[in-house]
């Protein structure tokens, strides 16, 4: 059997809201779909499908992504400049909790998105 990834699905209470951050992260609407009832869109981050969606009626969701939890944590996104992202994404209204730094070889940063979606930035060496 062959496998490989294919996409992850967020679940969003603002659709445009959390187009607009993902595309501001480098990753346009490339369709816009319902997902049974609900309203939704599919990004393109590098090659890797991102499935939004609204809340369908009738969904009982549980939890968020203020705290840790077992399960789904962070989206890591590799940039060229994490200094420049920082700087564009900051200016934009994004909340880093953690500014760019040395991680190791990697310098990385991590900023909240509609419904709490963290992501971390990461700038590999050249």
């Known amino acids: 059997m062959a496998n490989r990834y294919h996409h992850?699905?967020?679940i969003c209470t603002d659709l445009h809201?959390?187009?607009t951050f993902f595309a501001d992260l480098g990753a346009p609407v490339i369709e816009r779909r319902k997902f049974g009832a609900a309203d939704g869109a599919i990004v393109n981050l590098g090659g890797t499908h991102i499935y939004l969606r609204t809340r369908r009626e009738g969904d009982t969701l549980a939890?968020?992504?203020t705290t840790p939890r077992f399960g789904y944590d962070h989206l890591g996104v590799q940039v060229d400049d994490i200094?420049?992202?920082h700087k564009t994404l900051s200016a934009k209204g994004y909340k880093?909790?953690?500014t760019p730094q040395q991680q190791g070889p990697m310098r990385i940063a991590f900023l909240k998105g509609p419904d709490n979606i963290t992501v971390e930035l990461l700038q590999t060496p050249a």
């Open 83 to 85: 200094d420049a992202a």
């Open 96 to 98: 880093f909790f953690m």
């Open 63 to 65: 939890g968020d992504s």
């Open 8 to 10: 992850i699905h967020v």
């Open 17 to 19: 809201a959390t187009e």
